[in-house]
């Protein structure tokens, strides 16, 4: 399937690797030009080299914190006019609830909430007035799903999902849609580290750990980032126009619910 894309330009957040990394290659496979972001200069222009050489052309770059105000300008200086804008950022570390203090909660909320909603604040307009705009943020199951330990996760990409629904209605009107994806146990770095987590609490090997993690999903794996990235490309698409507001959940099916 054509997706109609090819030529626009994409800004995707947090892309050295992981979600974002899987979305960028998804999207330049559909010939998307596209501008990667990472925090550490030399692992982001590496990463866009890696991508330039897999795309056959050159592959924009920004290394910058997009929880400040200054990364945010900076990136999108580098991309002024995007028609595609992926948000994503590195989860937050699970705690108890009782341990979280009021800086925890005052940087996830930055974070996961307000960092987002500027970037899709500041891309909007443009947007809107082109008549064409596929804003995707990553959120997490969390936000449906809530479980203990993951609270910091939850509140802030509740909060922004709200936000989003708010904006999307009106938005829809001139082509621009606002989708979230909600990922549960993809295979990522993130995945690698929360399998360290569950050794250590369990008092199993690593192996055994990921075992574990597979057992989780309904489907009994792990999800691939490819597969992610192909959802995320598929949202970006000339089909996907009357998809908006929407949480689509990428977790093998585990979410319990009916809606």
Known sequence: MDLGIAGKTAIVCASTQG???????????EGVDVTINGRHEDRTRDVAAELAGLAGRDVGWVAADITTRDGRERLIAACESPDILITNNAGPTPGAFQELDEED?????????????ALVRAVLPGMRSRKFGRIVTITSAMVTRPNAGMEISTGPRTGLTAVLKAVSRDAVRDNVTINNMLPERIDTPRQIQMAHRIAKREGVDYDEARRIQAQMVAAGRLGLPEEFGAACAFLCSVQAA??????LRLDGGSYPGLV
């Open 242 to 247: 009357f998809i908006a507001g929407q949480n």
């Open 105 to 117: 909660w005052l940087a996830a909320l930055n974070t996961h909430m307000l960092a987002p909603l």
């Open 19 to 29: 979600l974002g990394r899987a979305c960028a290659e998804a999207l330049l496979a």
